[in-house]
């Protein structure tokens, strides 16, 4: 029997669930994680069998504290046993578990707790990430009948039997490092081999980090009680669809929505009860009948919410999440109960025939991607709300929209897909293959030839298993846009035909799947080679005059930190200008080669030789803000002309390497950020410094009219020179080239070069876009910024909310141009930064009688005794109180 109602009891439970659109994180009152409170011992210092440590009896006074979620690795860090390997080369202290063997890295991890289940209840015990295998024991008896391996996979087990009487209950738990490590020879992946398991790659080492030496092994991911009536819930589906073309902001038709729900019944008795959701002030529901040890899925009817609010990608519409309810009850009595998150969108795909290349939909709208690589948030998997929050938090303040998740990783947590649905970040979700261990290219580095490596891994079947759980796990989300087989490879045939042909069909069947990431399907390869790319320091015109792929699944540059940031995890003896070496080592000093340093070329020439560090970093930041800048813009000139989108290659680092990052691994940002948020806003007016022509964008569904575009330039002393105020308009989702400014450009800059200032206003005189630019003299070099006088800039600090200021800087009318600020929020008392902060500009100039007011908010963070420093490349580093 089915009806709708008005929904008419108040929600009350919480839980962590992300859900098809949806949050799940799933946990009612009756569910809490294991999280504090672990012991640990390696298995050599321990003779006992699993069935004796499990005993309560057992003394475990002498193990160590334990770290859970974490890894071995982890848990030794906060030990002090080990030295902090994102530090200089203290990487090259700890032992590789390829040279002293799995043993060393197989521990046992024990936790007590309480537990009693009632009559009517069942309590479980879920595992949601393991690193390899483990063996589970509870109170002196087994509980994983079967072998439980493979690091994607989740595990629950019915362990209401087990409980003791008296509540006080044990769990102990052995981790088994994976059964091939790799050997860390320096190639992707190592040898390869680390790819013969279901698990992710960089571990055994990759071009942007050294090798983890315990491959990641332990309980990283939670461990949860949960306690249920007869019936338990399990992976619930809501899939919501969005015909025809919408417009955000207007009133909509109606939406349809779909929910699906399995359910278990453990029991020695057949149990009849309601499943029912409700969202929106409706309830849909089924009465069940399910036999004694049985689970089934159980489909509702499809029905509509009218008006819906919809979900968007960041810049295009709000990201309007609904709050919704999944229940099982028993003669009206909650078996049972969770709580959703639900973002009402229809994700569409189709294939562009001008470009040659697929383009994305959402809700019947193009959207062009501007996207960013992400590998995974911390490479010891110390993952953390806050940072996830702090990560995505600068990938939508970039004024980017999607984040492809590399194949050599790991399928995203749920925390990172809710903070994405939060942000409106559309995600790429990769599985797990990498074309360098897997065996698209000969490799003098891999143990095994090509036509071995492209079976890996050797079990196909947990990979498949593995590979269905991950949708369930995922398929949830707003966020999650496209699914993808593998990096620069597709899998196996038989397991991509699985993921193909059966797994999202039947679990998912709502989102565009890409056979590999650099597929003809997805961007017509008609260059030839791997598809993606250029990657490294690039000449400007690169971007702008160079096709590429039609959708690039990987396009970067460099991305080396400031100064600061580079005294966070390099020696004294290391502060060093890199000088390129003899081609075996990127530069000489060794520290620099292990992070992974990419050479920035002749790039910083332009601007003087570096003297010292210091000297290097400042000026390796007007360089990272000019190359993504371009990058963007370039690809932006040319959009639904050359391309479909772009994928930075890439825009974090899980580890303290020296190339592609927009903010370093303690979360400070670098010119890269603001050189790409600036480039990708998405109403911009820019100028291509190849040909000196300006061009508008507008990534809007709605054409913009009465703008008028101002164009200013200035001289090496300051002085404007106008040059023209031009009233445009732009289409929705295009790009158009203005005017040309190629005569007073080379005529004005040639000597010492010069300025540029573009800006957008409305009829309301309101700048909707700024735009800054510095240009060398007619021999490429920047002869006059070398040579700029000194400014004194006036400041001062307004709160506007609780850890949330405006900074408004001033530069007086009798200076030059203030070139190139960078501002920071500080400890008065250390001079450190706060981190993180997050600014929405920095690295900006600012003209003569010219004043910019700037936010800055430290979110989360316990801030007092503040100070807000301003330096720039002609500036004196000044400080400003915080009152």
């Known amino acids: 029997m089915f009806n709708i109602v008005n929904l008419m009891r108040k929600k009350y439970i919480l839980v962590y669930f992300l859900l098809g659109f949806i949050q799940f994180t799933g946990f009612s009152q009756q569910n809490y994680e294991l999280n504090s409170g672990w012991k640990t011992i390696s298995m050599e210092e321990v003779a006992a069998r699993g069935e ?16 859970v979620p974490g890894t071995i690795l982890t848990t030794q860090l906060n ?23 799995r043993d060393f890295y197989t521990y046992w991890f024990v936790k007590d707790f309480e537990e009693k289940a009632k009559k009517g209840e069942q309590v479980w015990l879920n595992f949601r990430g393991i690193n390899y295998s483990v063996d589970i024991f509870l109170n002196g008896k087994k509980v994983n009948k079967e072998e439980y391996k493979g690091m994607f996979l989740r595990k629950r087990f019915n362990i209401t ?148 609010k919809l979900w968007w990608p960041s810049g295009y519409g709000a990201q309007n999440l609904y709050d919704a309810e999944v229940e099982f009850s028993i003669k009206n009595k909650t078996s049972d109960k969770e709580k959703l998150k639900v973002g009402i969108r229809e994700i569409q795909t189709e294939w562009n025939s001008h470009t040659r290349s697929k383009q994305i939909f959402v809700n019947g709208q193009p959207i062009f991607i501007k996207g960013g690589n992400w590998i995974i948030s911390d490479a010891m998997l ?69 036509w071995t490596r492209r079976q890996y891994p050797d079990d196909h079947e947990l990979f498949i298993e593995s590979a269905a759980d991950a949708v369930k796990l995922m398929r949830n989300h707003a966020s999650l846009a496209i699914w993808c087989g593998g990096n620069e490879i597709t899998p196996p045939q038989d ?23 650099n597929s003809d399907e997805m961007s017509y390869n008609f260059k030839g080679g791997n598809g993606d790319g250029p990657y490294g320091i690039q000449n400007i015109s690169t971007f702008w005059e160079e096709r590429t792929w039609p959708f690039n699944s990987e396009v970067g540059s460099v991305g080396t930190g400031d100064e600061v940031s580079l005294k966070r995890f390099l020696p004294k ?61 370039g690809f932006s000139a040319h959009m639904w002309d050359w391309y479909t989108g772009s994928i930075i290659w890439k825009t974090q680092n899980p580890w303290t390497a020296l190339r592609g990052q927009m903010y370093d691994y303690y979360l400070d940002p670098n010119a890269c950020l603001f050189g790409l948020r600036e480039g990708s806003k998405p109403l911009h007016i820019m100028y291509n410094p190849v040909s000196s022509d300006v061009y508008m964008v507008n ?54 070069g010069l300025f540029l200032k573009l800006d957008i206003r409305n009829k309301d005189q309101e700048v909707l876009d700024e735009n800054f630019y510095w240009i060398p003299d007619s021999s490429g070099t920047y002869s006059g910024l070398q040579n700029l006088a000194k400014t004194k800039v006036e400041a001062e600090i307004e709160k506007v909310a609780e850890n949330k200021f405006m900074l408004k800087i001033t530069n007086p009318e009798n200076n030059t141009v203030s070139f190139f600020n960078r501002i920071s929020l500080e400890n008065s008392e250390t001079g450190e930064r706060i981190l993180p902060t997050f600014y929405d500009d920095n690295y900006f100039s600012i003209v003569p009688g010219a004043t910019r007011e700037i936010i800055l908010e430290a979110a989360g963070n316990e801030v007092n005794d503040l100070q807000i420093s301003i330096e720039g490349w002609n500036t004196d580093r000044m400080l400003i109180p915080v009152n």
């Open 52 to 67: 004796e440590i499990s005993n309560t009896s057992f003394a475990v006074d002498n193990w160590k504290d334990a770290t």
């Open 79 to 101: 030990n002090d046993e080990i030295p902090d390997p994102f530090f200089g080369m203290n990487n090259e202290e700890i032992p590789d578990i390829y040279d002293v063997g």
């Open 161 to 308: 039997k087990f409980l003791a009487k008296n509540s006080q209950n044990r769990l102990a738990v052995i981790v088994y490092p994976a059964p091939h490590v790799g050997n860390p020879n320096g190639g992707q992946g190592g040898d390869g081999t680390i790819a013969r398991g279901v698990a992710h790659q960089y571990v055994a080492g990759w071009d942007w980090i050294q090798p983890i030496r315990d491959r990641n092994t332990g309980i990283w991911d939670k461990v949860i009680i949960e306690k249920t009536g007869a019936v338990n819930l399990k992976n619930p589906h809501v899939v919501t669809k969005v015909p025809e073309k919408r417009l955000p902001g207007e009133k909509q038709k109606p939406a349809k929505i779909a929910f699906t729900a399995e359910v278990e019944n453990p029991t020695s008795k057949t149990v009849e009860g309601t499943l029912s959701f409700k969202i929106a002030d409706q309830i849909i529901e089924k009465e069940v009948s399910l036999a004694a040890n049985t689970e089934m899925l159980v489909a509702l009817p499809e029905f509509e919410i009218e008006d819906p």
């Open 382 to 450: 110390r993952f953390t709300k806050e940072r996830y929050d702090a990560e995505i938090r600068f990938h939508r303040d970039m004024n980017l929209n999607l984040i492809r998740i590399w194949g050599g990783a790991l399928p995203e947590r749920p925390e990172f897909y809710e903070v994405c649905d939060k942000y409106g970040m559309l995600v790429i979700q990769d599985f797990w293959m990498s074309g360098d261990c897997n065996g698209r290219w000969v490799d003098p580095k891999k143990k095994d030839d090509q």
């Open 495 to 517: 397991i991509l035909f699985a993921i193909k042909d059966s797994i999202l069909p039947e679990l998912d069947g709502t989102r565009w799947f890409i056979d590999y990431s």
């Open 573 to 633: 003896e290391n502060y060093t200008v890199p000088v390129e070496y003899d081609g075996t080592e990127a530069v000489k000093d060794p520290v620099w080669t292990y992070h992974k340093y990419i050479d920035y070329g002749n790039s910083l020439e332009p601007y003087g030789t570096p003297e010292d560090m210091a000297d290097f970093a400042e000026k390796a930041q007007l360089v990272n803000y000019n190359q993504y800048r371009a990058l963007i813009e």
């Open 699 to 752: 990534n809007g569904f709605k054409a913009e009219y009465d703008l008028m575009l101002g164009i200013k330039l200035y001289d090496m002393e300051g002085n404007e020179k106008p040059v023209t105020q031009v009233f445009s308009y732009i289409e929705g989702s295009s790009a158009k080239k203005i005017l040309s400014l190629k005569k007073q450009i080379d005529t004005l800059a040639a000597e010492k």
